[in-house]
């Protein structure tokens, strides 16, 4: 029983160290240099965005 203990701790620190290590390279990619197809974006980035010119800002109520 205790042999089945230690290996489950085992496999709960490893599992932690593989999360912790992906979340760092993670980070430190994104501090080198964000590539344009990133799924993550900086706070700069989306204070340049421009709104989307597809809607308009208020829709015309009540157009007939």
């Known amino acids: 029983m205790k042999n089945l203990f230690s290996l489950y ?3 709960v620190v490893l599992t932690i ?5 992906r979340l760092m390279e993670s980070l430190g ?3 080198e240099s964000p590539s344009p197809e990133s799924p993550w974006t900086t706070r700069g980035q989306l204070a ?3 709104p989307a010119k597809g ?3 208020h829709p015309s109520r009540g157009v007939q």
């Not at 160290?17 to 290590?21: D, G, K, N, R, V």
């Open 55 to 57: 809607l308009p800002d």
């Open 29 to 31: 990619g994104l501090l």
């Open 17 to 21: 160290l593989s999360l912790f290590i």
């Open 48 to 50: 340049s965005a421009e």
């Open 9 to 11: 701790l085992l496999g």
